[in-house]
């Protein structure tokens, strides 16, 4: 069902399904990989304005990187298909921590990566996990609206922004480190 589904997005698959059917995880995410092995680039959709996006970001001098519950072999999978893989400086995968959202230890691992303090870091998502990790991680938060969550799902970490599109990070992004140098 739709409920049971929804509030699985940016957790370990492995994670999500042993709370669905405890005791089955490995059983279901083993059916799950053979599928996705099979079905992963003619389902997965680039968000428009994305290549654009991280374009601009990174002609901006920003500094990016990538945080999700996948393992690594898909994570490249996904980002080698739209040719993404360039713009970032570090991939952190279900591989990198022993927990994972919506605990910060994936969140630390990817500043401690990049050299940065947490409360440098922007972080941008598009699943309640995403807020609180970055909540729990000190981070800025950006919630996406395209994901699965909702507004009421985030009660516990809002984000500091909120987008309906790719080009608003840009400009958020931006305003918010002016915003930062300003205030040091």
Do not use: C
């Not at 079905?39 to 997965?44: F, G, N, R, S």
């Not at 609180?132 to 909702?150: D, F, H, K, Q």
């Amino acid at each position: 069902a739709r409920e049971g589904i929804l509030p699985t997005p940016g957790r370990t698959l492995v994670d999500a399904f042993e709370e669905i059917a405890p005791g089955r995880s490995a059983e279901i995410y083993a059916a799950y990989r053979a599928r996705q092995v099979r079905m992963h680039d003619l389902e997965v959709q680039l968000v428009p304005d994305t290549v654009e996006t991280l374009h601009a970001l990174r002609e901006l001098g920003f500094t990016l990187g990538v945080v999700t519950s996948k393992r690594l072999p898909i994570a490249m999978q996904g980002l080698d298909l739209f040719k993404l893989a360039p713009f970032f400086e570090i991939i952190v995968t279900m591989e990198d921590s022993p927990r994972h959202k919506p605990a910060p230890d994936p969140l630390l691992v990817a500043a401690q990566k990049l050299g940065i303090k947490p409360s440098e870091a922007i972080y941008v998502g598009d699943a309640d996990v995403d807020m609180l990790a970055a909540y729990a991680a000190g981070m800025s938060r950006i919630w996406v609206r395209w994901g699965v969550g909702t507004l009421g799902d985030l009660q516990e970490a809002m984000p500091d922004f909120i987008v309906d599109s790719m080009d608003e990070v840009v400009s958020l992004v931006t305003k918010h480190e002016q915003t930062a140098a300003n205030t040091k």
